[in-house]
Nanobody, 123 residues
């Protein structure tokens, strides 16, 4: 099966930065869109950012301009650069992989998920 391995979460003060990484491996990977979702305590999981195979990206409105998603297709790896972090960004961040190449806002379109990495932003 496909496995997604995440890294880069941690504890930072408001205004700080983190970079999340997620590498995908498995027998059936081919030109896959990838994305990030997050889940804060007491809330539903929420779309955060996604990137198509060709590099087109989409964002949750509240993170646009502060977060940047990128990818290295040769490594099947997606990154989320998180700048000017706010306490409301505190959540578990999940990496996801889609079967086709088009980025999507909808978590149901993604086929595989990582275990999640905790991001905590203090005020």
């Amino acid at each position: 099966q496909v496995q997604l391995v995440e890294s880069g979460g941690g504890l930072v003060q408001a205004g700080g930065s983190l970079r999340l990484s997620c590498g995908a491996s498995g027998p059936s990977l081919s030109q896959n869109a990838m994305g990030w979702f997050r889940q804060a305590p007491g809330k539903e999981r929420e779309f955060t950012a996604a990137i198509s195979w060709s590099g087109n990206s989409i964002y949750l409105d509240s993170v646009a301009g502060r977060f940047t998603i990128s990818r290295d297709n040769a490594k099947n790896t997606v990154y989320l650069q998180m700048d000017i972090l706010r306490p409301e960004d505190t959540a578990v961040y999940y990496c996801a992989l889609k079967a086709d190449e088009d980025a999507s806002y909808y978590e149901a379109k993604y086929s595989y998920w990582g275990q999640g990495t905790q991001v905590t932003v203090s005020s």
